[in-house]
């Protein structure tokens, strides 16, 4: 069985401003992607760094999202996503959602659930 001492952490809770996201890059599935990490409080959720509408970054510059009031924000064309679930709320992709990657949080630390 694989523990959270067996691997290490993506980033720790404290790297992600609360209220905010960070780029973190990692190996998933044995592919390194780009992953937008986002925090509010205690609550962390991960999601591929890629816009369900015509598969752009989500991020205006490396690692930099429009993230506000719990929404994140497409940069290309401006779709905005619940930060909690991914569900896209408005713009060209309603309806879609951004495709999430299970993360926990262990002793301060996120890690790859
Ligand atoms: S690529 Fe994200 S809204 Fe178009």
Known sequence: MTT?????PLCQLNDI???NAIEVEAMVAGEPESL???RAGEMVSAFYN???HAGRRLDYAPGRFLVRNGLIICAAHGATFTAADGNCQTGPCRGDRLRGVPVTVDAGSVYLA
């Not at 959270?4 to 290490?8: E, G, K, L, V």
């Open 4 to 8: 959270t001492a067996d691997t290490p």
């Open 17 to 19: 401003p609360d209220g």
């Open 36 to 38: 937008l990490v986002y």
């Open 50 to 52: 890629v816009c369900p």
